[in-house]
């Protein structure tokens, strides 16, 4: 009798946190872990309404040997304006103006002999065509001693899909995923568990 009331108030915590989600920022939270940032239209890059635009497809695949800092959220940012973050094993789209841009991916990490918390950085430049999709994956680099940090790298749509097998898609690409429905088992996951 307990067990059923816990699985129903943890329903309804559930059903709460869903229904926070419809504004912008959207913050998908479960059970006080934050899962993802996304910041919908705040970003003065992001096209609003129809017309041209670049489709872009940020990634965060699941890192396998890394934990502590370096599995925190990343902090996506362009043209030195932050854009969203994402946990492990998410994907987003957002719809971009046409040009070049810096992305810089931004972390935590622990480096140094004293395994102190810092702040790491990368920025790469893209240019970005109207009317064209790209796929951005965020990949960890072992920098040993000097700490672990991420740098952005432009993958085509087979890597993409591939990446993408057995992750969560947030924000508008819930609406247009990299995959159909019923093409991977593996979801929906938890992936604090």
């Known amino acids: 009798m307990k067990a059923g ?6 329903l309804l915590v559930v059903a709460f946190a869903l229904a926070g989600c419809a504004g912008s920022p959207v913050q998908l939270s479960f059970g006080g872990s934050t899962m993802g940032t996304y910041v919908e239209s705040e970003h003065s890059l992001i096209q609003q309404g129809s017309g041209n635009y670049a489709a872009v497809y940020f990634l965060r695949p699941q890192t396998e040997r890394y934990m502590g800092a370096t599995d925190n959220r990343l902090t ?8 969203l973050k994402l946990v492990k094993s998410e ?13 810089t991916i931004k972390s935590l990490t622990i480096a140094g ?9 990368r920025t790469r430049r893209f240019e970005f065509e ?12 072992d ?14 749509q087979a890597a993409a ?4 097998r057995d992750m969560r898609a947030i924000g508008l690409a819930r609406k247009s995923p990299l ?15």
């Open 76 to 83: 996506i940012e362009l043209d030195k304006e932050q854009l």
């Open 113 to 121: 002999p004293f395994r102190e918390f810092k702040k790491m950085k």
């Open 5 to 10: 009331r816990g699985v129903a108030a943890l």
């Open 130 to 141: 109207a009317g064209l999709t790209y796929y951005i994956s965020v990949e960890p680099v």
């Open 91 to 103: 994907y987003t789209l957002v719809h971009l103006k046409p040009g070049a841009v810096d992305v």
């Open 161 to 164: 899909k591939e990446k993408t």
């Open 179 to 193: 995959h159909q429905p019923g093409d991977n088992p593996l979801l929906p996951f938890w992936p604090f568990i």
């Open 143 to 156: 920098g040993e001693f000097r700490g672990a940090y991420f740098l952005p790298h432009m993958v085509d």
